[in-house]
């Protein structure tokens, strides 16, 4: 039977992370402190946390990802490491999207949100002024608040934090009522200026956390992916309803 590439790289990381723990296992402990600054004086990464992991490894969850470094310190592991068991449970990204759930929940008030008067299911989409297809998928919010779904956009400049469309996003949430400027935008109207401390950077930085390349990109609120790219509203419903 040919395996799939997921499953080697699963073989793979999961063999020299073994092999890691094997060898530093006669080696001395360094601390998880210890570990967090090597880390960062080595790469431009901050380092969020540091925990014992159930393989005998240390986790870093950094705003880069999360990796894993054996307890003497030699050796850092990047990639996914599976349980060995029937669907191979991807702990890595069952840790990514415990941090991004944490990420959403602080960054919640900061959502450009549309709230369905019945709700029964909220998104979380990535949005941007410039998308077309951001334009398509807004001018169905109607719909997705008469189907009951909330709609939160986080404002994301796809080609940067430097593009013409970062400083239309900051824009809109800067302005009294992000809900009715970004309906202008979308509408093809201009807004004034507005400033203030602008979250899309810490959109953007979610974004990023989240693998987020395009626009619009939705995510259910715990952080667990949902659909890349646009769908009409009943089949974002559609989508909502089986993975429950």
């Known amino acids: ?13 999961s063999a020299v992370a073994l092999a890691f723990v094997s060898s530093a296992s006669a080696e001395s402990v360094v601390s998880k402190r210890e570990i967090s600054a ?21 986790e870093i969850v ?21 349980e060995f068991k029937t669907g191979l449970p991807n702990l890595t990204e069952m840790k990514k999207q415990q941090v991004a759930k944490t990420m959403i929940d602080t960054l919640r008030p900061t959502l450009v949100t549309y709230k369905a008067p019945q709700e029964k299911y909220e998104i979380l989409a990535f949005f941007d002024t410039s998308c077309g297809f951001c334009r398509k998928m807004h001018s169905e919010i109607s719909r997705y608040s ?13 080609n940067g934090l430097q593009s013409p469309s970062a400083n239309e996003l900051a824009n809109v949430a800067c302005s009294s009522n992000p809900q009715m400027a970004l309906n202008t935008v979308m509408q093809g109207g201009a807004i004034q200026s507005a400033t203030c401390d602008s979250p899309v950077s ?43």
Request: glycine share 10%.
């Open 202 to 244: 810490k959109h953007f930085d979610l974004g990023q956390w989240l693998g987020v390349a395009g626009t619009p990109m939705l995510f259910k609120m715990n952080g667990a992916h949902l659909r890349e790219g646009y769908a009409p509203a009943p089949v974002i419903l559609n989508d909502l309803q089986s993975s429950n």
């Open 62 to 82: 950094t705003d880069k990802g999360v990796f894993y470094s054996t307890k003497d310190g030699e050796y850092l592991v990047s990639g996914s490491i599976h």
């Open 38 to 58: 090597k880390l960062q004086s080595l790469v431009p990464f901050v380092v969020i946390d540091v925990t014992e992991h159930q393989t005998g490894l240390y």
């Open 146 to 158: 008469a189907m009951g779904i909330t709609v939160h956009y986080a404002l994301f400049p796809r």
């Open 1 to 13: 039977m040919k395996l799939t590439k997921a499953i080697l790289r699963f073989i793979t990381t």
